[in-house]
Nanobody, 119 residues
Framework: VQLQASGGGLVQAGGSLRLSCAAS????????MGWYRQAPGKQRELVAGISSGGSSTNYADSVKGRFTISRDNAKNTMYLQMTSLKPEDTGTYYC?????????????WGQGTQVTVSS
């Protein structure tokens, strides 16, 4: 199973970006998914999470009202729509997914996509 994150880039403060995370490989289904970020010199933190069906979401206080997490299970893809970006949103964004096989469930990480917000 592989998670491929994309959509990062350089944007000015106040701008928007949309991140994608596509899962590929052989698996039965994908449970909870999430986006994490890590700024230089800081620990990785949860930005947003979404349940298997997409009906339940949660956000870090710092991004509430600005970021929206969603998923398309038919495409095995998760998204993070980021608006009103701030310089403090800068970091490497990683996607995470709990993936079910026939008898197991494992957590996978994507390779990360860089988001840089200039002031």
């Amino acid at each position: 199973v592989q998670l491929q994150a994309s959509g990062g880039g350089l944007v000015q403060a106040g701008g928007s970006l949309r991140l994608s995370c596509a899962a590929s490989g052989r698996f039965f289904s994908i449970d909870n998914m999430g986006w994490y970020r890590q700024a230089p010199g800081k620990q990785r933190e949860l930005v947003a999470g979404i349940s298997s069906g997409g009906s339940s979401t949660n956000y870090a206080d710092s991004v509430k009202g600005r970021f929206t997490i969603s998923r398309d299970n038919a495409k095995n893809t998760m998204y993070l729509q980021m608006t009103s970006l701030k310089p403090e949103d800068t970091g490497t964004y990683y996607c995470n997914a709990a993936v079910r096989g026939i008898t197991t469930i494992r957590t996978y990480w994507g390779q990360g996509t860089q988001v840089t917000v200039s002031s």
